[in-house]
């Protein structure tokens, strides 16, 4: 196991972070295959598994930085992929990318004129940096979870699917609710790529019910 010194300025925490980073197998392979991230294997791992991502798809990527979840849709071949994320993103070919806050009120029409059409997929890999405050970070989170919901039942064609990053139990039961009326299958997944010591959780929701009164 790789160890660093601690140093002066750099926080505990900080350090504990480095060497973790050094010594996870999936950042090494994520280096070496190309990938910009191990989060790469995540997305790779859950399609492997269910095939929500196929070739000519229209896909949405919120939270995308710094681009390992693009990086997968486009070796399964999709079409068009619209991308943002409040972090910069070096430029990937085949992807549009908008460097802005999902949560901003113009975001999700930016997205759609973006796309020009309806999506077949939408991932959601957004995370608020975390307080240390349990209930907090908790209501942070599925903040965002049900921002991006909210945003795919108005983008996704009918049958497609909304991947997103949740964490502790998973989605809130009232949300879960609202989701499985929404959709046919509602799964919380947790890839082998995920640490094993965090609490993150994916939930993949397929088959989207189009509402008869949507466009």
Known sequence: MKKIKTAKGRKASSTRWIERQLNDPYVTKAQKDGYRSRAA??????????????????????????????????????????????????????????????????????????????AD???????????????????????L????????????????????KTFQGGAESELLARIKIDFKTVRHLKPPASRSDSSEKYLLATGFRKQASDE
């Open 121 to 143: 997929v939408v991932l959601s890999d957004m995370a608020h940096n975390t307080t240390g405050h349990k209930n907090t970070d908790h209501l942070k989170i599925m903040g």
């Open 41 to 118: 294997y995540k997305l790779l791992e859950m399609d492997e598994k269910h095939k929500f991502l196929k070739s000519g798809m229209l896909v949405v990527d919120l939270g995308a930085a710094p681009g390992g979840w693009c990086q997968i849709a486009l070796e399964k071949g999709c079409k068009k992929i619209v991308a943002i994320d409040l972090l910069e993103m070096d430029e990937l070919p085949g992807v549009i990318f908008m460097q802005q806050d999902f949560m901003a009120d113009d975001a999700p029409q930016k997205l759609k004129d973006a796309l020009g059409g309806k």
């Open 145 to 164: 979870v049900e921002a991006g919901y909210d945003f795919a039942t108005q983008i996704l064609k009918q049958d497609g699917s909304f991947l997103a």
